[in-house]
C-alpha cells in the first residue's frame, strides 16, 4: 500500500490548511490512520489519529485547532488545520497502521507557517 500526502504549503499565521493522504488501495483493513510532523531541528511527533470506528486522539498543542477524518472506501485520509501558528511548521506524516500490523508511510508534505 503506497500513501501519498499533498496539501502543504505556504500560509500565514492564523490560517488554515487541509492535508490530504491518498492510500493506493481501501483503507477498510487500516486499524489506524494517523498523521505525524516532524518540526525543524525536532523528532518526529504524533499529530492526530483516527481509528476504523472514528475514535480520535489528538496532540495536546493541536487540540481544538486540528480535526482528523477518514473515508474508507475512498482510501482517503484528511487533516483540517486551522489557527495555524509558527510552531505547526513541520512536514507533515501519513501513516497507516493494518490489521495485519504492517505500518506504512507517506512521504511527507512541508506545511510552513510565517508572515
Known amino acids: 500500500v503506497q500513501l501519498v500526502e499533498s496539501g502543504g504549503g505556504l500560509v500565514q499565521p492564523g490560517g488554515s490548511l487541509r492535508l490530504s493522504c491518498a492510500a493506493s488501495e481501501s483503507i477498510f483493513s487500516f486499524y489506524t490512520m494517523a498523521w505525524y510532523r516532524r518540526p525543524p531541528g525536532k523528532q518526529r511527533e504524533l499529530v492526530a489519529a483516527?481509528?476504523?470506528?472514528?475514535?480520535?486522539n489528538y496532540a495536546d498543542s493541536v487540540k481544538g485547532r486540528f480535526t482528523i477524518s477518514r473515508d474508507n472506501a475512498r482510501g482517503m485520509t484528511y487533516l483540517q488545520m486551522n489557527s495555524l501558528n509558527a510552531e505547526d511548521t513541520a512536514v507533515y506524516y501519513c501513516?497507516?497502521?493494518?490489521?495485519?500490523?504492517?505500518?506504512?508511510w507517506g512521504q511527507g508534505t512541508q506545511v510552513t507557517v510565517s508572515s
Open positions: 483516527i481509528t476504523s470506528d472514528g475514535s480520535t
Open positions: 501513516n497507516g497502521f493494518d490489521v495485519d500490523y504492517m505500518n506504512y
